[in-house]
């Protein structure tokens, strides 16, 4: 069974970086069928996509962030990564690390999800 | 960008009742549609993916239709365990996807 796991801190203050980690045990990142992707959820709001990326490195991001988001993959560790630049308080969310289905027919649906990692950004 | 419109944003339902959730996109996105689970605390958790596929492990009771623009959910047979928020989200432009606003199922 694949898992994944979060990782990374749970405080930043504003105008840092934020860097996360996620783990994939139970299988292989370099599997070319799927997309590794991160989506966050506010406190009390919705889910909101926010980048992905495949095991070449090929990623992909929303546009709204996009100058300040960078995702990496490294196949030997078996891990994947996010880091966002400037963050304000507005980054403040619960940041899922997920696995997106690349088949043509099923294409985007994110069927493992990890536990979630809560971010504040504050002062 | 493609964006997704959920309605209810919430309802109130009975055990055994049909719980109908829609959801409409601002372009055509074909069947590139799944829906999604949330319970308080947890992860979610898919529950329909290119619209109408069943994702494995999930009661039948879930359904899912539609194409183009117009896509809705229904639980039949509504169970205390279904209380929970549901999201629909766009994958036309796999990896990038988009989630409607969501709706919360409560207990009449």
């Known amino acids: 069974q694949l898992l994944l796991q979060e990782s990374g801190p749970g405080l930043v203050k504003p105008s840092e970086t934020l860097s996360l980690s996620c783990t994939v045990s139970g299988g292989s990142i370099s599997s070319g069928v799927y997309f590794w992707g991160w989506i966050r959820q506010p406190p009390g709001q919705g889910l909101e996509w926010i980048a992905s990326?495949?095991?070449?490195?090929?990623?992909h991001y929303v546009p709204s962030l996009r100058s300040r988001l960078t995702v990496s993959v490294d196949t030997s560790q078996n891990q994947f990564s996010l880091k966002v630049n400037s963050v304000t308080v507005a980054d403040t969310a619960l940041y899922y690390c997920v696995r997106q289905r690349r088949a043509i027919n099923e294409r985007g649906a994110v069927d493992i999800w990890g536990q979630g990692t809560m971010v504040i950004v504050s002062s | 960008d493609i964006q997704m419109t959920q309605s209810p944003s919430s309802l109130s339902a009975s055990v055994g009742d049909r719980v109908t959730i829609t959801c409409r996109a601002s372009q055509s996105i074909n069947r590139n549609l799944n829906w999604y689970q949330q319970k308080p605390g947890k992860a979610p958790k898919l529950l329909i993916y290119a619209a109408s596929s069943l994702q494995s492990g999930v009661p039948s009771r879930f359904s899912g239709s539609g194409s183009g623009t117009d896509f809705t959910l229904t639980i039949n047979n509504l169970q205390p365990e279904d209380f929970a928020t549901y999201y629909c989200?766009?994958?036309?432009?796999?990896?990038?996807?988009?989630f409607g606003q969501g709706t919360k199922v409560e207990i009449k």
């Open positions: 989200q766009q994958s036309y432009n796999n990896p990038r996807g988009t």
């Open positions: 990326i495949d095991y070449s490195g090929t990623s």
